[in-house]
């Protein structure tokens, strides 16, 4: 157990929807990362937080946003689905934004009918 | 950009034999950060062996050890006395040392998938 924890486990919805992932990061770290895991994009970075502000965005999607709150959960928005949109996604979490190993949570799968 | 590869998409192992699995990576830094971590059929990504390219000393964990190559930008994974509970997903990852833009990123390889067979 990494100490990441992510809700919901899955998620089954219908395309134009939208949901939110939350994740919840080991204690004391103040960066969290998600992470998209698909067939045909592989391992991909999305956005990063720390202590509550957007420090890196990588890959992701204007149909998707996140947010870091005061108490240091995270929650990711993903609005209008697509087919496409079906993955695996990952939290990530680390003390800090430098050096430190990141520690995975156990991931949400997102299946768009 | 850096990026990850992982030339094996599947290896086979027998049980209590060692197993090595490759992975090299392209990058313009001198400080920075290799990982991997192990995928299991429940699909959490649980961290099995880190490198700081600073140090010369290949990084040991139990049963997991690394071979890595700065000069050839090569980071081999070896386990030893392979398990039935190692059969997973192996994916090798690259951070940067910088604090800067998107560098606290972890870079992924494609992964290797690793059977381990009686």
């Known amino acids: 157990d990494s100490g990441v924890t992510q809700t919901p486990k899955h998620l089954i919805t219908a395309t134009g929807q939208r949901v939110t992932l939350r994740c919840s990061p080991r204690s004391g770290d103040l960066s969290v990362y998600w992470y998209q895991q698909s067939l045909d994009q592989g391992l991909q970075f999305l956005i990063q937080y720390y202590n509550g502000e957007e420090r890196a965005k990588g890959n992701i999607l204007e149909r998707f946003s996140a947010q870091q709150f005061p108490d240091l959960h995270s929650e990711l928005n993903l609005s209008s689905l697509e087919l496409g949109d079906s993955a695996l996604y990952f939290c990530a979490s680390s003390p800090g934004t430098t050096r430190e190993t990141q520690y995975f949570g156990p991931g949400t799968r997102l299946l768009v009918l | 950009a850096q990026t990850v590869t992982q030339s094996q998409p599947e290896m086979s192992v027998q049980e209590a034999e060692t197993v090595t699995l490759s992975c090299t990576y392209d990058?313009?830094?001198?400080?920075?950060?290799l990982f991997w971590y192990k995928q299991p059929p429940s699909r959490q990504m649980i961290l099995v062996i880190r490198q700081e390219a600073y140090k010369q000393q290949n990084a040991t964990e139990n049963r997991f050890s690394v071979n890595f190559q700065k000069a050839a930008k090569s980071f081999s994974l070896k386990i030893s006395d392979s398990q039935l509970g190692d059969a997973a997903m192996y994916f090798c990852a690259y951070r940067s040392g910088s604090n800067t833009g998107t560098a606290s990123k972890l870079t992924f390889g494609t992964g290797t998938r690793l059977q381990v067979t009686l």
């Open positions: 990058t313009s830094e001198s400080d920075y950060y």
